[in-house]
C-alpha cells in the first residue's frame, strides 16, 4: 500500500452531519497535511499538522495525528453541500537528505443537501 | 496576491510529440514542485526545483523533465508523448524546500493533458 492511504474512499453524508476521514502511513514523518480537492481543479491546503502535535483545529475541522499508530484523521463538523470533495492527506518526510510530500489516495466526500 | 498561475489549462496532443508546461509560482515562493494526477494512480511527485536546482525526484522515465528560472517559475516538458501521459498535471508553490521547515502548498489549477 502507499504512503498515505485515505480511508474509506468514499463518503456520503447528509447536510449537518460530521465527516471523518483517516489516513494511515508508513514511515516516520515531519509532518501531515490535509488538502481538499474540488473536481479537476487544483488542491487546497486545508491544514497542517507536526509530527510532536496531537491534535489541531481549524475553523469546522479538527485533525488529530498518533505517531505510534501512524495515523491521522480529518473531522468536519457540521457538513455543509459545499464540503463535498476530494480530501487527501500528504505526509511529509526525509527522502535522500531533502523533505519529500507524498499524498495519499483521497476520500470522495459527498455532502447530501 | 496572485494564486499559482498554470498555463495553459487544457491541452490535447498527438502521441509522439513533445508538450511544455508552465507555473507560474506565488510571489515570494521559491520552491515549485509538480505532480501528475490520474484517476488510476492518484498524485504521483514529478519533481521539485528550488533556486533554479532541481531538489528532489520522483519515479518517471527521463522524458519528464522540468526546470525554473530565477524568477521562480517553472517549465515541465514531457517528450515522445504516450497515451499513459493523459493526466491532469499540477504545479504547488511553496516559501522554501522541506528542509528549511514546515511549509504547506499552494496548489494551480492545472493543466488538463489529453494525448490522443
Known amino acids: 500500500s502507499q504512503q498515505g492511504e485515505e480511508d474509506p474512499q468514499a463518503l456520503s453524508i447528509q447536510e449537518g452531519e460530521n465527516a471523518t476521514m483517516n489516513c494511515s502511513y508508513k514511515?516516520?514523518?515531519?509532518?501531515l497535511q490535509w488538502y481538499r480537492q474540488n473536481s479537476g481543479r487544483g488542491l487546497v491546503h486545508l491544514i497542517l499538522?507536526?509530527?510532536?502535535?496531537r491534535e489541531k483545529h481549524s475553523g469546522r475541522l479538527r485533525v488529530t495525528l498518533d505517531t505510534s499508530k501512524k495515523s491521522s484523521s480529518l473531522l468536519i463538523t457540521a457538513s455543509r453541500a459545499a464540503d463535498t470533495a476530494s480530501y487527501f492527506c500528504?505526509?511529509?518526510?526525509?527522502?535522500?537528505?531533502?523533505?519529500?510530500?507524498?499524498f495519499g489516495t483521497g476520500t470522495k466526500l459527498q455532502v447530501i443537501p | 496576491k496572485a494564486g499559482v498561475t498554470q498555463t495553459p489549462r487544457y491541452l490535447i496532443k498527438t502521441r509522439g510529440q513533445q508538450v511544455t508546461l508552465s507555473c507560474s509560482p506565488i510571489?515570494?515562493?521559491?520552491?515549485v514542485s509538480w505532480y501528475q494526477q490520474t484517476p488510476g494512480q492518484g498524485l504521483q511527485f514529478l519533481f521539485e526545483?528550488?533556486?533554479?536546482?532541481?531538489?528532489n525526484k520522483g519515479n518517471f522515465p527521463g522524458r519528464f523533465s522540468g526546470r525554473q528560472f530565477s524568477n521562480s517559475r517553472s517549465e515541465m516538458n514531457v517528450s515522445t508523448l504516450e497515451l499513459g501521459d493523459s493526466a491532469l498535471y499540477l504545479c504547488?508553490?511553496?516559501?522554501?524546500?522541506?528542509?528549511?521547515?514546515?511549509?504547506?502548498?499552494?496548489f494551480g489549477s492545472g493543466t488538463r493533458l489529453t494525448v490522443v
Open positions: 504547488a508553490s511553496s516559501l522554501g524546500i522541506r528542509v528549511q521547515g514546515h511549509y504547506g502548498y499552494t
Open positions: 514511515t516516520s514523518i515531519n509532518n
Open positions: 499538522i507536526r509530527s510532536n502535535e
Open positions: 500528504a505526509t511529509d518526510a526525509n527522502s535522500g537528505g531533502y523533505q519529500k510530500v507524498t
Open positions: 510571489s515570494g515562493h521559491r520552491s
Open positions: 526545483y528550488f533556486s533554479e536546482t532541481q531538489r
